[in-house]
């Protein structure tokens, strides 16, 4: 393991003013992004997207570092350009999905974990090889009467460490997502208290299994009320939480902490990171607070691009004005008048 590689790897993706766009929608996910703007998922169309994504002017002002689907490590620009060669020219980190996807979890109609450990290593050594620095595995929990059960918590977590043992051993920089779903009724306590028991237990593991955690980042779920509670929270109250439960529960080795957008709207993944990157500039954190957004940085991009090529440019605008608000949030400087703006 080469620990100065990959602490400096993990410091790069949360470098100052920067985060992650999440472009790893796998095959079933992006059908369904690509579903709401009436466009087939095809492999021509899904590379075209990407391409607009990754080739928008100026945008590793921004962005540090991108998450690909496997499918799109194999696949090239329109010039013949491999899309993981584009995104280093561009200084750009291409990292790549590694799980799965999900199972579910053995005696229960309920909760889910994560498949992908077979066969990983060899995996991880091809994308090592192509020209990828990091990976993302993510593990799903949902809220709900009894849920989820210490058996969910305990599965999931612990292959959350095995794949991150076994990246760090091939020099790739492990993403570790522990996503606390926000569907539901549940009340924002409820969703502190799961939040802090799942990555109570990743740290555990993490250690158990002598994951260098210097050489990690985090991609939590904010402190949210579920998107069916009755009582909507405040930004305010949302980066309390939501950093109350990071200080009891993150090691302060970790470099960063690029949060997961989860269904919120652009808007509100906006104003939440800035609300808790304000908290962070009056007390002094460990880590970087950023992003590591899907849909937060790419709803209305996808919208206003609807698979035809005559939008291209103009959704490119769209993406990097969500990316400038996004990485303007990421310092605590953002404002809703900026959504009208030219920043
Ligand atoms: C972009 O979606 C990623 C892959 O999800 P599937 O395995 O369900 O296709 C997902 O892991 C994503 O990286 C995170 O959920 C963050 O995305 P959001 O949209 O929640 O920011």
Redesign the pocket.
């Known amino acids: 393991m080469d620990k100065d590689h990959l602490n400096s790897i993990a410091k790069t993706l949360v470098s100052k003013h920067k985060g992650i766009l999440?472009?790893?929608?796998?095959?079933?996910?992006?059908e369904k992004r690509f579903d709401s703007i009436n466009l087939v998922s095809n492999l021509s169309n899904r590379r075209s997207y990407r391409e607009l994504l990754f080739t928008t002017p100026n945008i590793n002002k921004y962005i540090s570092g991108i998450?690909l689907?496997d499918e799109t490590t194999h696949q090239n620009t329109i010039e013949g350009i491999s899309f993981v060669n584009l995104l280093h020219k561009l200084k750009i980190i291409p990292g790549v999905?590694v799980?799965q996807?999900?199972q579910s979890l053995t005696g229960s109609d309920d909760e889910m974990i994560t498949s992908g450990l077979d066969g990983l290593e060899t995996r991880l050594i091809g994308y090592k090889n192509i020209g990828c620095e990091f990976v993302?595995w993510?593990a799903v929990f949902k809220i709900g009467p009894k849920l989820p059960t210490q058996n969910c918590i305990n599965t999931n977590v612990r292959l959350l460490a095995k794949y991150a043992i076994i990246s760090q051993k091939i020099n790739l920089v492990p993403i570790i997502?522990p996503?606390v779903l926000m569907d539901g009724d549940h009340s924002i306590e409820e969703c502190f208290k799961t939040t802090e028991q799942v990555l109570t237990e990743t740290y555990k593991q993490l250690n158990n299994y002598g994951v260098f955690l210097e050489g990690t980042i985090l991609?939590p779920n904010m402190i949210l009320p579920g998107n069916s509670y009755t009582k909507q929270s405040t930004p305010e109250e949302i980066a309390m939480k939501t950093i109350t439960v990071l200080k009891k529960t993150v090691p302060s080795e970790v470099p960063g902490i690029t949060?997961?957008?989860?269904?919120?709207t652009e808007e509100e993944?906006t104003n939440n990171l800035n609300a808790i990157n304000i908290q962070a500039n009056i007390t002094q954190f460990p880590w970087e607070l950023s992003?590591?957004?899907?849909?937060?940085?790419?709803s209305t991009t996808l919208k206003k691009w609807s698979g035809k090529s005559a939008n291209k440019k103009s959704a490119q605008e769209i993406f990097l004005h969500r990316s400038a608000l996004t990485s303007a949030a990421r310092q605590g400087k953002y404002s809703s008048t900026l959504e009208k703006s030219n920043i």
């Open positions: 999440a472009a790893d929608e796998s095959t079933g996910t992006i998450i689907f999905k799980d996807g999900l993302k993510r997502e996503e991609k949060f997961l957008s989860g269904g919120q993944a992003f590591s957004y899907g849909r937060g940085l790419q």
